[in-house]
C-alpha cells in the first residue's frame, strides 16, 4: 500500500529565507504525487502536482517540487519565503491510475518569521 | 463558477442531536470525499462515493453515514452527536475519469459537541 511521511511537523523560517519542506512515499507503483496548502479555516488547496510528466514541477505561489524515485522523495521547495506562505502543507499520492483516493500525509505547518 | 460548497461552516450543538453536513459541487465530478481532520492536522477518510448510489467506508471507522441520490450531493449524518466528534470535516471531489486523481476541496464545516 501507498503511503507518504512528512518530516517534521512544524517548520519555522525567516521571511526571504528558503523554505524546505520534506515528502518521502512509499508505493510499489509509480505514483502520482501531489502537494496542498492549508490556510486557517478553509478547504485545502492544489499547489502542485506530479504526474511523470516532468521530474521538476512548478505550481503557484512560487512553490516547485522535485520527484527523485531513486530517493522515493518529492520535496517541497520556494527560494524565499513570505509571511503569507504561512499555512498547514499537506503531500498526498496516490496510484498511478488514479483511481484510489489519495493517501495523505500529517501535515507541515510552516510558520514565517518577520 | 465551479465549485464546492459545504454548509454550515460551523456549528455548535449539545450532545445527542442529529445532525447533517452538506456537501455540494457544480463540478461535474463523480468522485467525493468525507474526511475528518483531527486538532493535529492529520487527514482522516471516513467516507467516498464513486457515483450515485456507491460509497464505501474509509480508513477511520465513523458513526457517521453518507448517502449519494444525486451526482452533486453528498451529505453526511450524525445520527447522535457526541463531544468524540467534535471536529473538523472536509468534503472533496474529483473527476471519475482523470488519470491522475487530484482532488478539489471545499472549505470545510467544523463541528464542536458540547
Known amino acids: 500500500a501507498q503511503s507518504v511521511t512528512q518530516l517534521g511537523s512544524h517548520v519555522s523560517v525567516s521571511e526571504g529565507a528558503l523554505v524546505l519542506l520534506r515528502c518521502n512515499y512509499s508505493?510499489?507503483?509509480?505514483?502520482?504525487l501531489f502537494w496542498y496548502v492549508q490556510y486557517p479555516n478553509q478547504g485545502l488547496q492544489l499547489l502542485l502536482k506530479y504526474t511523470s510528466a516532468a521530474t521538476l514541477v512548478k505550481g503557484i505561489n512560487g512553490f516547485e517540487a522535485e520527484f527523485k524515485k531513486s530517493e522515493t522523495s518529492f520535496h517541497l521547495t520556494k527560494p524565499s519565503a513570505h509571511m503569507s506562505d504561512a499555512a498547514e502543507y499537506f503531500c498526498?499520492?496516490?496510484?498511478?491510475?488514479?483511481?484510489?483516493?489519495?493517501?495523505f500525509g500529517k501535515g507541515t505547518r510552516l510558520s514565517v518569521i518577520a | 463558477e465551479a465549485d464546492i460548497y459545504q454548509t454550515p461552516r460551523y456549528l455548535v450543538i449539545g450532545t445527542g442531536k442529529k445532525i447533517t453536513l452538506e456537501c455540494s459541487q457544480t463540478?461535474?465530478?463523480?468522485?467525493m470525499y468525507w474526511y475528518q481532520q483531527d486538532p493535529g492536522m492529520e487527514l482522516h477518510l471516513i467516507h467516498y462515493s464513486y457515483g450515485v448510489n456507491s460509497t464505501e467506508k474509509g480508513d477511520l471507522s465513523s458513526e457517521s453515514t453518507v448517502s449519494r441520490i444525486r451526482t452533486e450531493h453528498f451529505p453526511l449524518t450524525l445520527e447522535s452527536a457526541r463531544p468524540s466528534h467534535t471536529s473538523q470535516y472536509l468534503c472533496?471531489?474529483?473527476?471519475?475519469?482523470?488519470?491522475?486523481?487530484?482532488?478539489?476541496f471545499g472549505p470545510g464545516t467544523r463541528l464542536t459537541v458540547l
Open positions: 463540478m461535474g465530478h463523480d468522485k
Open positions: 508505493s510499489s507503483v509509480p505514483p502520482y
Open positions: 472533496a471531489s474529483s473527476v471519475l475519469t482523470s488519470p491522475y486523481g487530484e482532488q478539489f
Open positions: 498526498a499520492v496516490t496510484l498511478l491510475s488514479g483511481n484510489t483516493p489519495l493517501v
